[in-house]
């Protein structure tokens, strides 16, 4: 069952909780800006994300506030000086980029209130965050304003002139290593998380690979009651069905003769108990196997 909502007969700041709470994990654009006058600013927004690379465009959203309708001193900055410095959050400075975020009165140094360390950029005038792995110097192309209301989007379409990647969190081949950087993501409410050790997983892209799909399965693995949407989907990437031979040595194997062969067994409960088997090759990486096992009956 679904409870369904109307935008137009909802209230600004309901919908605004529940795109949070569900449009999640959400990177962070920790915004470095600087007023006509030179001062500075640094404020964390988490409508945000990257849209291309040629040319390599970032896109974040200074929303106008809710409650007064106002604007923020980033939106306000980037129409005097139209350059931003984009800055990754990682696990170990994201309690004082939420420091950052307290709406200080215009004009006060977040630097020097979130502790952080600027430093000079090389092609536009906002400050580098010296803490951060990552730093995106980015002229402003456009700004697209969804409305003039509360709550309303502000698009900063930014373009990438000048990044800066701190050698610590590279490989060997020159790329960030995901495990190092240790960025955070915002979600709903006070919560965040963090992309870092058993929470990073891996999923193989398919691309251009001629996947077989779900809709090849045989039916008995489709329905099944022990399987996850996810494991079909693992199945479902292989490139090819499994051979007969493939499917002889996997009906050899003792297990599987062991539940295959019963007599008590019900072809039920035989099914299930393979689709245990299945799943345990699964999470061993052992898919080809597991495929062949799931073509027997």
Known sequence: MYKTIDP?????????KLMLGAIAPRPIAFASTIDAEGRPNLSPFSFFNAFGVNPSTIIFSPSRRGRDNTTKDTFDNIKQVPEVVINAVTYDMVEQVSLAS?????????FEKSGFTALASEKVRPFR???????WECMVRQVIET???????NLVICEVLL????EEILN??????????????????DYYVRAHGSSLFTVEKP????????????VHLRNSPVLTGNEL???????RSPSDDEIKTASLIPEIKEITENKVLTTEAKLERLHSVIRDLLHQDRKEEALAIGFLL
């Not at 137009?8 to 605004?16: D, I, Q």
């Not at 965050?129 to 730093?135: C, D, F, H, L, T």
């Not at 989907?233 to 490139?239: K, M, T, V, Y």
Request: glycine residues 16%.
């Open 102 to 110: 307290t709406e200080f009165p215009k004009g006060v140094n977040e």
């Open 147 to 153: 409305g003039n209301g509360g709550g309303a989007a």
């Open 233 to 239: 989907g693992r199945l479902g990437s292989s490139l």
């Open 129 to 135: 965050v010296s803490e951060s792995p990552v730093q």
């Open 207 to 218: 691309l251009m690979k001629p996947a077989i799909g779900i809709d090849a399965l045989p």
């Open 8 to 16: 137009s007969k909802t209230a600004h700041s309901e919908l605004h």
């Open 163 to 166: 990044v800066h990647i701190n």
């Open 172 to 189: 060997s081949e020159g790329l960030i290593d995901t495990s190092r950087i240790d960025l955070v993501g915002r979600m709903g409410g």
